[in-house]
């Protein structure tokens, strides 16, 4: 095949490839991913590629330093696949290197380039052996020390050596250390746990971190980062107790003062918090009170309450290892209840119709069960005789109504027993006599 050569040249890595427009092509020339001693040239040409071959320019002596042509397609085809040296590339120093690439394909096309690409001849970094002397931290243990050792891969030979003065810096969300390597590689930093956002901790080599090493090689160390290791924050127990003065008000009462008491499970057991704030939206706005040294603060009086109430207050943990606290009261508002009539009426010689209603100031029960009770005397020895299960709203009131067998003079009254959440009631007492 007869070419044609011109002038041009192709973006290859971030380098411009100068070379004769041909029908073979680099699409790219970079430092093998896997292995540091080793390059890839990625050709495509019209035939098979029959010859390969790259020169390392250094940019550092402006001399082509070696010139490599024992290659293997490692993956595609010979028209458009990628090629690798058989062996490690020795080269007399760690540097990065200019790719040039001339190629010769079986139907005679010809390639030369000048830079496709660059050659990092560096040392392969690995924090791999990374560890933590604790992956739980608690109110005693409130930190971490990660340590391991800085090892580099050296691309002539491919070993694995120590890497001495260099540093390692650890992370953990928001904190920091760092420290400088051994002769053995070996490094150690200790992390402080201080916020809930730190659930992991990890290691890393960067070499441009601006500490400057003893190794003038060290410029060529690549960075390397630890595998993140997780660490959870266990924290301590805490109670809060709180004790109103009162559990039951009337209506529109108030509880005149609440108690609180905050206590940590401390190695010797439980204990005060001094001096932490409580918080609660109680007692008619947002108050806030401080515990004293036995862990006891006080909270004024509530508003008057209308029916039933909730007393609560927390405390928000101002220590990552200590949990947040929160307690609350229930407050039973006994609600008023009082009968707005009560007429007993004798209907014939043998029965009494009782008819009344009862009121209530806020709350209704479920159901109203009222008693209709007599007494010969009026003064005691009262007896239920009758019981209307279930009053009914009626306008005035929640009324009833019941027929009672009686032929006997005497007085007569009913009553409603609210039991825990509604007053009690007793009507007028009113006097019939026999007919």
Do not use: C
Not at 6 to 27: E, W
Not at 171 to 186: N, R
Not at 306 to 333: C, H, P
Not at 397 to 404: L, P, R
């Amino acid at each position: 095949m007869v070419s044609t050569f011109v002038v041009g040249s192709v973006a290859l890595g971030g380098a411009v490839a100068a070379h004769a427009t041909t029908g073979i092509s680099v699409l790219f020339a970079v430092t093998d991913s896997s292995n540091n001693g080793k390059l890839d040239v990625s050709l495509s040409a019209p035939s098979d590629v029959t010859s390969l071959q790259v020169s390392l320019f250094s940019e550092t002596t402006q001399q082509t330093v070696a010139t490599v042509t024992n290659f293997k397609l490692v993956s595609g085809t010979a028209m458009d696949g990628v090629w690798q040296p058989k062996t490690r590339i020795q080269l007399p120093a760690l540097d990065t290197y200019r790719i040039d690439v001339s190629a010769i394909d079986a139907d005679g096309d010809t390639l030369s380039t000048t830079g496709s690409g660059y050659f990092d001849y560096d040392v392969q970094t690995n924090l791999d052996d990374a560890t933590v002397d604790r992956t739980t931290v608690d109110y005693q243990d409130r930190s971490v020390t990660m340590s391991g050792h800085l090892m580099g891969k050296w691309p002539a030979t491919g070993d694995v050596t120590p890497l001495a003065d260099e540093e390692v810096d650890v992370s953990s969300y928001s904190q920091y250390g760092s420290a400088i390597t051994a002769a053995d590689g070996s490094w150690s930093v200790t992390i402080p746990f201080t916020s809930e956002y730190q659930s992991s901790i990890q290691a890393e080599f960067a070499y441009d971190s601006g500490y400057v090493s003893s190794d003038p090689n060290s410029r060529f160390y690549d960075s390397s980062l630890s595998r993140s290791i997780g660490v959870k924050i266990k924290q301590t127990a805490t109670k809060l107790f709180l004790t109103p003065s009162a559990r039951s008000v009337p209506f529109q009462g108030a509880v005149s003062s609440t108690s609180a008491t905050l206590l940590w499970d401390s190695p010797s057991g439980w204990a005060p918090l001094v001096g932490k704030t409580l918080g609660s939206n109680s007692f008619g706005s947002f108050l806030q009170e401080t515990t004293d040294a036995n862990g006891n603060a006080v909270f004024p009086a509530t508003p008057a309450l209308w029916n039933d109430a909730t007393i609560s207050a927390g405390w928000d943990s101002d220590d990552v290892f200590l949990a947040d606290a929160q307690a609350s009261s229930a407050i039973t508002v006994v609600q008023p209840s009082t009968f707005v009539s009560f007429t007993p009426t004798r209907t014939d010689a043998s029965t009494v119709t009782a008819t009344g209603d009862l009121g209530f100031s806020f709350d209704t029960p479920g159901t109203i069960p009222v008693d209709i009770q007599f007494s010969a005397t009026g003064k005691g020895g009262w007896t239920t005789v009758a019981t209307v299960p279930n009053a009914w709203f009626d306008g005035p009131g929640y009324g009833f109504s019941i027929t009672i067998p009686s032929s006997t003079a005497g007085f007569w009254r009913a009553t409603f027993s609210g039991g825990k959440q509604f007053e009690s009631a007793t009507s007028s007492v009113v006097y019939l006599p026999a007919s």
